[in-house]
């Protein structure tokens, strides 16, 4: 079962727009919503990750704006850079699944040109 | 401090060959995991461990085993490689406690002829 969604699968941005990536999850029991940074060659590294109790969080140009009664969650990526190009990917761990267990999204490709 | 080192980075095997891949941490984590990486289908786990001695099976486990005789190893064993293992393999390691961030090695690129 596919217990995140991720969407779009590719994003092309120019320098200086908005970037946004969507997730939507099914378990409500879910209680951890990370972001990981992929580079080609590179293993994902955590971007920014927030908790169900707040509906924002922001670190520098990332934002997650979540919304808990629609289960999704969305990366916003203000006055992206070309040095932004990765594959992004969502996540949703906790909810009693310990262990460092992550269920991760199917990844989107950004693009930001110059 | 290296962090999370895997080897090989590159691996071509053939039908029904074995192989195992390391993993190796350096900042003393109790929770490691196996992820596999395919296009369109994000990272998948295949196994996972809690401490030395303790393992459990993730979403994709069949075709792999595991061992955890240290804190610091983790390596990763394909009994008998098949095409449809051909992925990238990432290893992860994280600290106890709440929700840590995970830290994934640079993975090992596997392709089974």
């Known amino acids: 079962q596919q217990q995140v969604k991720q969407s779009p699968q590719s994003l092309i941005v120019q320098k200086g727009g908005i970037s946004i990536i969507n997730c939507a999850y099914e378990n409500t029991a879910f209680d951890y919503f990370p972001w990981y940074q992929q580079f080609p060659g590179k293993g994902p590294a955590l971007l920014i990750a927030i908790r169900p109790d707040v509906s924002e969080k922001k670190e520098g140009r990332f934002t997650i704006s979540f919304n808990k009664s629609a289960k999704q969650f969305s990366l916003h990526i203000m006055d992206s850079q070309p040095g932004d190009s990765a594959t992004y990917f969502c996540?949703?761990?906790?909810?009693?699944?310990?262990?460092?267990?992550?269920?991760f999204g199917q990844g989107t490709i950004l693009t930001v040109h110059p | 401090n290296a962090g999370v080192t895997q080897t090989p980075k590159f691996q071509v095997l053939k039908t029904g060959q074995s192989m195992t891949l390391q993993c190796a941490q350096d900042?003393?984590?109790?929770?490691m995991s196996w992820y596999r990486q395919d296009p369109g289908m994000g990272l998948r786990l295949i196994h996972y461990s809690v401490g030395a001695g303790i393992t459990d099976q993730g979403e994709v486990p069949n075709g792999y085993n595991v061992s955890r005789s240290t804190t610091e190893d983790f390596p990763l064993r394909l009994l008998s490689a098949a095409p449809s293992q051909t992925s990238v393999y990432f290893c992860?390691?994280?600290?106890?406690?709440?929700?840590?961030?995970?830290?994934f090695g640079d993975g090992t690129r596997l392709s089974i002829l």
């Open positions: 996540a949703v761990g906790g909810g009693g699944t310990s262990y460092g267990k992550l269920t």
């Open positions: 900042m003393n984590h109790e929770y």
């Open positions: 992860a390691s994280r600290d106890t406690g709440g929700n840590q961030p995970q830290h």
